[in-house]
């Protein structure tokens, strides 16, 4: 009888594991779906989370085309938005960390605005000689974002949750592409999706 009990048992244990394992990655699944990412890491310093976020400011910039858009256009996403200038040394060396965050991190939006006086032509040009053409182009220059969030310096920039609330802010620039932020940027998309 012992004989035949055997294969049983086996076959009862080896659903029993399978089962524990199942569960254990549907538990995982539902947490991670309760709880948003941690802080930002280390290496983004300046970026600064709110402590209850507010309502992003509906203020319209330019799109290459002259078309008018405000943030609230990417509900349902996180944007991160950066504020620059051609005239602005830092804003110029992060302009290709934030393309190349744009590229590995599809599902964040990357809204990096031009500030200055430029044509959407001339920031296009400018974008793709500084090593960031996948961004797309965004034009400010009546400075009327830079003032809705009182950006007093430059570069600035704003994370925008799902619900266009301003989650956390930077004021001057940061490593928008090393691998921690990119990290921390893709569990942010993902979270989102859940």
């Not at 009990?5 to 394992?21: H, N, S, T």
């Amino acid at each position: 009888m012992g004989d035949r009990l055997k294969p049983r048992l086996y076959a009862l244990a080896a659903a029993a594991g399978f089962a524990a394992v199942v569960g254990a990655a549907v538990l995982y699944g539902m947490l991670a779906r309760v709880h948003a990412p941690g802080p930002p890491p280390a290496v983004l310093s300046r970026l600064k989370m709110a402590e209850k976020p507010q309502p992003a400011p509906e203020v319209a910039f330019s799109d290459a085309k002259g078309g008018r858009h405000i943030l609230s256009r990417f509900k349902g996403r996180y944007v991160l938005l950066n504020l620059w200038a051609t005239w602005c040394a830092p804003c110029v060396k992060e302009l290709p960390a934030l393309a190349h965050l744009q590229a590995k991190v599809p599902g964040i939006a990357v809204v990096a605005v031009n500030v200055g006086r430029s044509t959407p032509a001339e920031t296009k040009a400018f974008l793709a000689s500084h090593g960031a053409a996948n961004l797309a182009v965004y034009d400010d220059a009546d400075v009327a974002l830079s003032r809705a969030f009182k950006a007093y310096g430059l570069p600035f920039s704003a994370l925008v949750d799902p619900e266009s609330r301003v989650a956390a802010r930077a004021e001057g620039p940061e490593d928008w592409d090393a691998p921690e932020a990119i990290a921390w940027f893709r569990a942010l998309a993902a979270h989102r999706q859940e």
